[in-house]
């Protein structure tokens, strides 16, 4: 019968971070299971961990160090502006669900962006455009990109401006009134939704900012170290986010609980599972203990009976716990917002992260060039 170790003894026998351990279990490296006692822990396989031990004993190439670092792997780049530390986000050392509680976005980007003055992603001109969604938020974003400066040399103010103007033009595109109110504030206005449901917008944006080095800020960040102008770091990002696997999840947990409403939540389970596909809206590689954004989100929004049945019915199967993908599926039923306002909320908060990120990467000097390892045909004489 295999042994079963607790996340410290996990640690401990791999001298390793948290987040390397996640790691290693989503690249099914370690196996992983709920604890017995307490399902809300984790337990991992110690046959797992010690085969684990010995190759690492041994050392490995710089090549094999390299690949395993771009899927979940080792920090790859160096920030001080966000990290998962221990099943929590932080922000420049400030926890993320803790600042969520009352900071808006404005002020989650000076802490972000380390400005000595006050942002405003304020928009007085009115809009013309007819609709908003993620097709207006790319003409605006990408106008923004052909007229914008090149990045480089520019003193980080400067930097901090453009972003705050290609954030206040995102808001407008993705369905904020125009006006000097706060982001949150003028996106409910915009949503008619009340007082109430503005201030989980705005808990909500703040939690979405940033997320370390995930798959658009990394987009983000190699557009920055190339001199690209703010506005075009960000089109990098938001091209990223649209992927089923990132930004495109919260539609996913959306369709997910549509299918439980009308087969069930555990046929809807087995259907999914049986295409081989994850469970939109539950676990994070990062949280195997439970996603911090979900926790501090939920308790405040009013989640409805058909995503209550399939969360008790994914813990049940799974053991995977809801993630922020399926807090934003249950804010945008609660309050019947746009069908593609997971979307907008992700994309406007993490615009202040990626515009964190595209100014300490042009400030750092540094480029993004990694080399590729060739499997292709050898040279032919």
């Known amino acids: 019968m295999s042994e079963w170790l607790t996340r410290e003894e ?3 026998r791999l001298n390793v971070r948290p987040q390397t351990l996640y790691a290693y279990v989503s690249r099914g490296r370690i196996g992983m299971r709920p604890d017995e006692v307490d399902p809300r822990r984790s337990q991992y396989r110690a046959d797992d961990i010690a085969a684990l031990a010995t190759r690492r004993a041994r050392g490995r190439s710089p090549q094999a160090i390299a690949e395993s670092a771009i899927a979940w792997g080792e920090p790859a780049i160096t920030t001080a502006i966000s990290t998962v530390l ?3 986000l932080v922000y420049r ?12 976005l404005e002020q989650t980007a000076g802490l972000l962006w380390a400005s000595s003055a006050a942002v405003s992603f304020a928009s007085l001109t009115p809009s013309t455009a007819r609709q908003s969604g993620a097709s207006t938020a790319f003409a ?8 914008g400066r090149p990045s480089l040399g520019r003193r980080p103010a400067m930097l901090q401006q453009d972003g705050a103007a290609a954030t206040s033009a995102l808001a407008t595109a993705l369905g904020a009134t125009p006006g000097s109110e706060p982001v949150h504030a ?7 939704v009340d ?4 201030k989980l917008i705005r808990k909500a944006l703040v939690l979405l900012a940033d997320h370390e080095l995930n798959a658009s800020t990394f987009a983000t960040r190699v557009a920055a170290s190339t001199g690209a102008p703010v506005a075009a770091c960000l089109l990098a990002g938001l091209a990223t986010l649209t992927g089923p696997r990132h930004g495109g999840a919260g539609a996913a947990a959306i369709a997910l609980v549509e299918d439980a409403e009308r087969l069930g939540p555990d046929e809807a389970i087995a259907r999914w599972l049986a295409h081989d596909r994850p ?11 439970g996603d911090p954004r979900a926790e501090a989100l939920l308790p405040d929004v009013e989640i409805d009976d058909a995503l209550l049945h399939l969360r008790d019915a994914v813990v049940a199967a799974t053991g995977m716990h809801p993630n922020v993908d399926f807090a934003l599926a249950a804010l945008t039923r609660s309050l019947r917002l746009p069908a593609d306002a997971p979307f907008r909320l992700f994309a406007l908060g993490r615009s202040v992260g990626w515009t964190a990120h595209a100014i300490e990467q042009v400030t750092s000097n540094r480029p993004i060039r990694p080399r590729a390892r060739y499997d292709g045909p050898a040279e032919r004489g």
Not at 93 to 104: C, I, K, M, P, V
Not at 195 to 198: I, L, N, Q, S, V
Request: proline content about 4%.
């Open 10 to 12: 996990a640690l401990t």
């Open 86 to 88: 221990h099943g929590r």
């Open 93 to 104: 050392g400030q926890d993320a669900a803790a600042l969520a509680a009352t900071a808006t």
């Open 140 to 147: 605006r974003l990408s106008a923004l990109a052909a007229e």
């Open 186 to 192: 003028r996106l409910a206005q915009g949503w008619s």
């Open 195 to 198: 007082a109430a449901g503005a």
């Open 279 to 289: 469970l939109p809206g539950f676990g994070h590689q990062l949280y195997p203990e």
